[in-house]
């Protein structure tokens, strides 16, 4: 049983600069929000080699080694991830050993506070020598194809969470929802992932809403407004899980109509904050701006008294 990931930094969540690789953000936040077989939350942590501290090891030698990790860490953006940074990073030298000694990663299990075995963990890294490793201590792997390892099970890291969802349990629906939506936060982002249903071996019927713009001339000004419109969708997945097929049906043009008279209603009854700043006193939804520039429909409260 899967309980705890363990990741590697250096070539497989940043690169050669330090940056982060595409998509690590969205990987990290969807596995966090996955559960083991038992439904107990998915623990993970950092193991990384970095900077030996000469022996006798001591917390004065080790303060400034993980100061410095941190600053990298930090200018990654991605510290949040791993807090509390006591418990959920561990360097060589909290072991006194690189990896792919097996003394470094049982202490990362100490750090953590857990009790699983190395049989019940997880390492994700672009080192091919380190993946050989720590298989032979009973560990799952999942190798990151950086620039310069040719061979690996993945390359984007959206992909991720799918296939760590798939090892914590093939069959189980329960880590669906949060492993889908990293991934179509990356590669979908106008869609919402709702719920999903497994059909099959490998197919799954989605529910998601869809930001769809109304283009309808009984809109007016409000022409071309975006607003989440229900719809459904087949995904296909592969042998380890990732995502290989996505389809969805888009809105019916009844659909869309009637969404548009919706908004139209909204609007005359006063429903809708137009303006930035100038709210009507029973107004339910807003106009928002996202990211792209478009104009969305959001919702503010339920009721209109």
């Known amino acids: 049983m899967l309980r705890v990931v363990m990741f590697d930094l250096g070539r497989t969540l940043i690169d050669e600069r330090n940056q982060p690789f595409p998509h690590v953000a969205e990987a990290l936040s ?6 083991d077989a038992r439904e107990r ?6 193991v990384s080699d970095f900077k030996l501290a000469a ?20 200018g990654a953006g991605l510290r949040s991830a791993f807090e ?11 072991a006194g050993v690189f990896k792919p000694e097996r003394a470094l990663f049982e202490t990362a299990l100490r750090r953590l506070g857990s009790r699983a075995l190395l049989s019940e963990c997880l390492l994700i890294t672009e080192d091919g020598a380190h993946i050989q490793a720590v298989q032979a201590y009973g560990m799952l792997t999942l190798q990151f194809r950086s620039d310069t390892t040719p061979q690996s099970d993945f390359s984007d890291w959206s992909q991720a969470p799918l296939l760590v969802a798939h090892l914590v349990s093939p069959s189980s629906g329960l880590n669906l929802v949060p492993a889908l939506g990293a991934y179509l936060a990356v590669h979908h ?14 197919g799954l019927r989605v529910r998601c809403r869809l930001w769809q713009a109304l283009e309808q001339a009984s809109l007016g000004a409000l022409s071309g407004l975006h607003v989440p419109l229900p719809v459904v969708g087949e995904v296909r997945l592969g042998a380890r899980g990732e995502l290989k097929e996505l389809q969805v049906t888009p809105p019916t043009p009844e659909a869309l109509a009637e969404a548009a008279t919706f908004v139209v209603g909204l609007h005359k009854r006063g429903q809708i904050v137009v ?6 006193p029973h107004a339910t939804h807003e106009i928002a701006l996202d990211v792209r520039g478009r104009r969305k429909l959001v919702r503010r409260r339920f009721g209109a008294g």
């Open 275 to 280: 303006q930035p700043g100038v709210a009507p």
């Open 30 to 35: 969807g596995i966090a929000q996955l559960v």
């Open 84 to 94: 509390p940074v006591e418990r959920r990073i561990t360097l060589s030298s909290h």
């Open 55 to 74: 022996p006798p090891i001591t917390a004065a030698k080790l303060r400034p080694l993980l100061a410095e990790y941190l600053t990298i860490l930090e």
């Open 41 to 46: 939350p998915l623990r993970s942590c950092l």
């Open 189 to 202: 982002p106008e869609l919402m992932l709702d719920a999903v249903e497994r059909e099959g071996a490998s």
